[in-house]
């Protein structure tokens, strides 16, 4: 059904201390691939006094693990990237099954999180501590950096493979362990990752995936004292609710929520730039992506030609199974996110909005949603308010600068926002009067390893990915060495 060169990447089972899992074997969780509700297979639901078992056994190997050389934690997350690159066609047709996405993104994000192991391995040999100027001549002040300890991941099933490592590789890198809970609709892309890291040489109990009932596991982990920190990439509320659990054991948190960009085009925009911007921004994915663009703002002198351009691009695009040759829009994950999009654009469309492309379900089945462009939209429409995380792009026009960032800072998110101009003092203004942790300037996608992707606001806090997401894993700790002679 796969087809997979290596059968034993697809794994119904759990990975917990290093052993893989059947849970207590009565307890599971149907896996169905989105674009026609077949049935994928199935992993345990592991019980809370099982995922009690997985902290130990990564508190146990944490022990050891601390203790290795940047040499020797890079040397095991390079060539984990190495086999993920080795087995790159076999990890991305299981994530197109379980996800959804076209098979060429799923290509380009297997590319993507291997990059962060790269990115990351490179990084664990550069760890640097500081020496401070002491104010008194008898000290003598450093910095050391320290694993924070044993980690707890939440990852979504949007970039099932991208946000794993995303989070896992600063981690290890740091010289933490983890352990993984993958969105229950998407894990056995994170089961396939595991097969290669232990392949890698990752010791036993260093990462284990943790499938599964979420609150079971969200319990757990939560009240686990030896648990010291917890990363999660999800919704707002779901975020908000986690940082207040976690207040009782205090752990360190780096919560990566959602957004609802503005995609801003000034009339001076290049317009094929802007045009392939929104394209790249708000249609990858088919739309489900925290850094989507969810509300388009065009200046009135450009605004017919990028509304005619863009809705030209909209309709040519390909919907169908991620598996079919040519597609470039899969469907949504499910059925209540297919409905939330349904529901965002009929209440639009109610309140004025005119629908120049798609508007309404697609003939490919249940979950898919035709592309859809809708212009003169405006702030009484909750469209404006939700992420959509689905391919619809929103426009609203505007009038002159300040109106621009009065409406893109109109939300209570702050993670991505996107501007086309070709004036250079506006390119200065503009980037800095938005209040978002991301801006692409004349650029649509603003992914990538090698910078800090994080929100404000409420989109959360904490960086993934640079030289700054190292830090969210280690700790500093202040020497003062005093009685110096
Ligand atoms: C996300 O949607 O949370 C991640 C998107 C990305 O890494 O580009």
Same mark, same amino acid.
């Given at each position: 059904?796969?087809?997979?060169?290596? $059968?034993?990447?697809?794994?119904?089972?759990?990975?917990?201390?290093?052993?893989?899992?059947?849970?207590?074997?009565?307890?599971?969780?149907?896996?169905?691939?989105?674009?026609?509700?077949?049935?994928?297979?199935?992993?345990p639901c592991l019980t809370r006094a099982q995922v009690a078992d997985a902290i130990r056994a990564a508190d146990k190997a944490f022990a050891e693990y601390r203790q290795w050389t940047g040499k020797a934690k890079a040397a095991v997350l390079q060539r984990w990237a190495a086999l993920m690159q080795e087995h790159k066609a076999d990890l991305a047709r299981i994530m197109t099954a379980e996800q959804g996405k076209p098979y060429a993104e799923a290509m380009g994000e297997i590319d993507y999180a291997s990059s962060f192991l790269e990115w990351f391995?490179?990084?664990?040999?550069?760890? /640097?501590?500081?020496?401070?100027?002491?104010?008194?001549?008898?000290?003598r002040i450093t910095v050391i950096r320290q694993p924070v300890g044993v980690c707890a991941a939440i990852t979504p099933w949007n970039f099932p493979s991208g946000m794993v490592t995303r989070k896992v590789a600063p981690a290890l890198a740091a010289g933490c362990t983890v352990l993984l809970k993958p969105a229950p609709q998407t894990p056995f892309s994170a089961l396939a990752l595991c097969v290669l890291a232990e392949e890698a040489g990752l010791p036993k109990g260093a990462l284990s995936i943790l499938t599964g009932?979420?609150?079971?596991?969200?319990?757990?982990?939560?009240?686990?004292?030896?648990?010291?920190?917890?990363?999660f990439t999800g919704s707002?509320?779901?975020?908000?609710?986690?940082?207040?659990? *976690?207040?009782?054991?205090?752990?360190?948190?780096?919560?990566?929520?959602?957004?609802?960009?503005?995609?801003?085009?000034?009339?001076?925009?290049?317009?094929?730039?802007?045009?392939?911007?929104?394209?790249?921004?708000?249609?990858?994915?088919?739309?489900? $992506? *925290?850094?989507?663009?969810?509300?388009?703002?065009?200046?009135?002198?450009? /605004?017919?030609?990028?509304?005619?351009?863009?809705?030209?691009?909209?309709?040519s695009m390909r919907v169908g199974r991620g598996t079919d040759h040519g597609v470039t829009l899969g469907p949504l994950i499910d059925d209540a996110a297919f409905r939330k999009v349904e529901r965002l654009v009929d209440d639009a469309r109610a309140k004025g909005a005119q629908v120049r492309a798609g508007g309404q379900p697609h003939s490919a089945g249940p979950r898919f949603y035709t592309p859809t462009v809708l212009t003169e939209v405006d702030y009484?429409?909750?469209?404006?308010?939700?992420?959509?995380?689905?391919?619809?792009?929103?426009?609203?026009?505007?009038?002159?600068?300040?109106?621009?960032?009065?409406?893109?800072?109109? $939300?209570?998110?702050?993670?991505?926002? /996107?501007?086309? $101009?070709?004036?250079?003092n506006r390119s200065i203004r503009v980037t800095e009067a938005l209040d978002y942790g991301i801006v692409g300037l004349n650029e649509g996608a603003i992914s990538t390893e090698v910078a800090p992707f994080g929100g404000i606001k409420e989109s959360g806090f904490g960086k993934e990915g640079s030289r700054h997401g190292i830090d969210e894993y280690s700790e500093r700790k202040y020497v003062c060495v005093g009685n110096v002679s």
């Open positions: 059904m796969l087809n997979l060169q290596r $059968t034993d990447l697809f794994r119904e089972a759990a990975y917990v201390g290093g052993e893989w899992s059947a849970g207590s074997g009565d307890s599971w969780q149907t896996i169905h691939n989105p674009a026609d509700g077949e049935r994928l297979g199935r992993v391995g490179e990084e664990a040999k550069r760890i /640097y501590g500081e020496t401070i100027p002491a104010p008194r001549g008898t000290q009932n979420a609150e079971d596991i969200g319990a757990e982990l939560i009240e686990s004292e030896t648990v010291r920190k917890l990363s707002t509320a779901v975020g908000k609710k986690l940082m207040a659990a *976690c207040a009782g054991t205090m752990k360190k948190l780096s919560l990566e929520l959602g957004g609802n960009a503005p995609f801003i085009v000034f009339d001076d925009a290049n317009l094929d730039a802007a045009v392939q911007g929104a394209l790249a921004s708000k249609f990858r994915n088919g739309g489900q $992506t *925290c850094v989507c663009a969810n509300r388009f703002f065009v200046q009135a002198g450009i /605004y017919d030609s990028f509304v005619e351009r863009l809705t030209k691009a909209v309709i009484s429409m909750s469209i404006m308010h939700e992420e959509i995380f689905g391919p619809v792009a929103a426009i609203t026009r505007f009038t002159d600068e300040a109106e621009a960032i009065t409406l893109a800072n109109t $939300t209570r998110y702050g993670l991505a926002a /996107y501007f086309y $101009t070709s004036d250079l």
